[in-house]
């Protein structure tokens, strides 16, 4: 696990810097519009472009050297970080250059992630796949603490130029982990493979369909995404609603998540992980879709942040789980187009929940809320009534989804029968 594990410190490195940057670019663009709106265009305009990038990610990630795609992504967003701060320091910034920037990154950043996840499997034992993926679990919701936290305490000190220069160290630092490593590279094929481009562009999605365990895997999986979405979309603005507009009480349940987000990787980074992933995985759905439940059921902090802590809790063991069995069933020369098969799906199944959540919330179930709303006799003694509630109602629908998801996916023969440490060549 060495190779990996410096990688890995690199990467945790280089994700706390681009979190902070993250954060105050937020600061700066909220200083300069005051528009949720622009806000949000900033996260659209950086899944733009993973959708049509990830057609053709899993042909690159498998044709190219994964260590150079990696370096390469990294090296493209520290340009994109350079160009922010140079725009900024001669006040020539504005907020399509964010969108710009975001949109390249995105691009880019979705290469450079495909190219990281399928290089774990040629860097660790199959035995260690778990506690591996658990460690990248721990970068996402350490850097989710520890980024904004500091850049909360710098911004007033030196600056959006300083954090742009902290995130420049932190690119150098990651790019040095990879420039004097290894990265093994998946043996290609002796033979030549006569294929069309479609054929290629394809592989994955049929490789996915001929294969019943991957089938249900990924039918799995994507139903728990689905739900979790959804209901993720109203995530902000029903607490928001239901405490009336306070940001502390937002940042003490994103804390929450991120601190158990963190305790969850760490247990099973420390112990390694179950033998049974399938299992595994499925608890892991059901386990957080009960806290949610709590969660959406509640109406204060004391209820919130102790229930965002356990759904945060759950996720490295279900999402490990998760990748562990991809890689397991998959040699690596072939898994940049199946992840990125896999990717696709879930990016587009993502953006219909999230388009979905807006109208339900706003025009059906916030107005069946209100004080004198007509569910409000039926379901007020759960959610109560006034502004949150209707989104509450959605929210707790989306949580006993998951855990419907989860405990149906016991009956998948094909999914309960994946068998542990295999790899089809």
Same mark, same amino acid.
């Given at each position: 696990?060495?190779?990996?594990t410096?990688?890995?410190?690199?990467?945790?490195?280089?994700?706390?810097?681009?979190?902070?940057?993250?954060?105050?670019?937020?600061?700066?663009?909220?200083?300069?519009?005051?528009?949720?709106?622009?806000?949000?265009?900033?996260?659209f305009?950086?899944?733009?472009?993973?959708?049509?990038?990830?057609?053709?990610?899993?042909?690159?990630?498998?044709?190219?050297?994964?260590?150079?795609?990696?370096?390469?992504?990294?090296?493209?967003?520290?340009?994109?970080?350079?160009?922010?701060?140079?725009?900024?320091?001669?006040?020539?910034?504005?907020?399509?250059?964010?969108y710009?920037?975001?949109?390249?990154?995105?691009?880019?950043?979705?290469?450079?992630?495909?190219?990281?996840?399928?290089?774990?499997?040629?860097?660790?034992?199959?035995?260690?796949?778990?506690?591996?993926?658990?460690?990248?679990?721990?970068?996402?919701?350490?850097?989710?603490i520890?980024?904004?936290?500091?850049?909360?305490? +710098?911004?007033?000190?030196? %600056?959006?130029l300083?954090i #742009? &220069?902290?995130? @420049?160290?932190? *690119?150098?630092? /990651?790019i040095? =982990?990879?420039?004097?490593?290894?990265?093994?590279?998946?043996?290609?094929?002796?033979?030549?493979?006569?294929?069309?481009?479609?054929?290629?562009?394809t592989?994955?999605?049929?490789?996915?369909?001929?294969?019943?365990?991957?089938?249900?895997?990924?039918?799995?999986?994507?139903?728990?995404?689905?739900f979790?979405?959804?209901?993720?979309a109203?995530y902000?603005?029903?607490?928001?609603?239901?405490?009336?507009?306070?940001?502390q009480?937002?940042?003490?349940?994103?804390?929450?998540?991120?601190?158990?987000?963190?305790?969850?990787?760490?247990? +099973?980074?420390?112990?390694? %992980?179950?033998?049974?992933? #399938? &299992?595994?995985? @499925?608890?892991? *759905?059901?386990? /957080?879709?009960? =806290?949610?439940?709590?969660?959406?059921?509640?109406?204060?902090?004391?209820?919130?942040?102790?229930?965002?802590?356990?759904?945060?809790?759950?996720?490295?063991?279900?999402?490990?789980?998760?990748?562990?069995?991809?890689?397991?069933?998959?040699?690596?020369?072939?898994q940049?187009?199946?992840?990125?098969?896999?990717?696709?799906?879930?990016?587009?199944?993502?953006?219909?929940?999230?388009?979905?959540?807006?109208?339900?919330?706003?025009?059906?179930?916030?107005?069946?809320?209100?004080?004198?709303?007509?569910?409000?006799?039926?379901?007020?003694?759960?959610?109560?009534?006034?502004?949150?509630?209707?989104?509450?109602?959605?929210?707790?629908?989306?949580?006993?989804?998951?855990v419907?998801?989860?405990?149906?996916?016991?009956?998948?023969?094909?999914?309960?029968?994946?068998?542990?440490?295999?790899?089809?060549?």
């Open positions: 696990m060495r190779t990996f410096l990688i890995w410190c690199g990467q945790l490195v280089l994700t706390i810097g681009s979190y902070m940057t993250e954060f105050a670019l937020t600061l700066w663009a909220w200083e300069m519009t005051g528009s949720a709106t622009a806000l949000a265009l900033v996260g305009f950086s899944q733009l472009p993973r959708i049509p990038i990830t057609l053709v990610a899993g042909l690159i990630v498998d044709r190219f050297n994964r260590k150079h795609l990696m370096m390469l992504g990294d090296a493209v967003a520290a340009l994109s970080t350079v160009g922010i701060g140079l725009l900024y320091s001669t006040g020539d910034l504005n907020i399509w250059h964010l710009l920037a975001t949109t390249l990154n995105g691009g880019f950043g979705q290469i450079q992630s495909l190219a990281y996840q399928t290089s774990i499997s040629t860097l660790v034992p199959l035995s260690q796949l778990t506690r591996a993926n658990s460690m990248n679990s721990a970068v996402h919701y350490g850097s989710a520890f980024g904004p936290a500091l850049t909360g305490v +710098l911004y007033p000190l030196i %600056g959006l300083g #742009v &220069g902290i995130d @420049l160290v932190s *690119f150098g630092v /990651a040095a =982990s990879l420039l004097f490593l290894h990265v093994p590279q998946p043996s290609q094929p002796a033979t030549l493979e006569l294929e069309t481009l479609w054929t290629k562009l592989f994955g999605f049929r490789e996915v369909w001929r294969q019943p365990s991957l089938r249900a895997l990924l039918l799995i999986s994507t139903l728990f995404w689905f979790h979405d959804l209901g993720g109203i902000d603005p029903m607490i928001l609603a239901r405490s009336n507009g306070s940001a009480v937002l940042a003490s349940t994103a804390a929450a998540a991120g601190i158990g987000g963190v305790t969850g990787a760490i247990i +099973l980074s420390v112990w390694g %992980g179950p033998k049974q992933r #399938v &299992g595994a995985m @499925l608890a892991g *759905f059901i386990g /957080a879709g009960l =806290s949610k439940t709590v969660f959406g059921l509640g109406r204060s902090p004391s209820i919130w942040v102790p229930a965002q802590f356990c759904s945060s809790l759950h996720f490295p063991l279900l999402g490990s789980s998760e990748t562990a069995l991809w890689m397991e069933q998959i040699s690596p020369a072939r940049g187009r199946i992840f990125a098969a896999n990717a696709l799906v879930l990016h587009v199944v993502s953006a219909g929940a999230t388009l979905m959540a807006g109208p339900l919330a706003d025009q059906l179930l916030e107005p069946a809320m209100v004080v004198s709303g007509p569910w409000v006799p039926i379901l007020g003694a759960f959610f109560g009534s006034g502004p949150g509630a209707g989104m509450a109602i959605l929210y707790v629908s989306c949580a006993l989804a998951m419907l998801v989860g405990m149906s996916g016991f009956g998948l023969a094909n999914l309960v029968a994946i068998a542990p440490q295999r790899r089809s060549e």
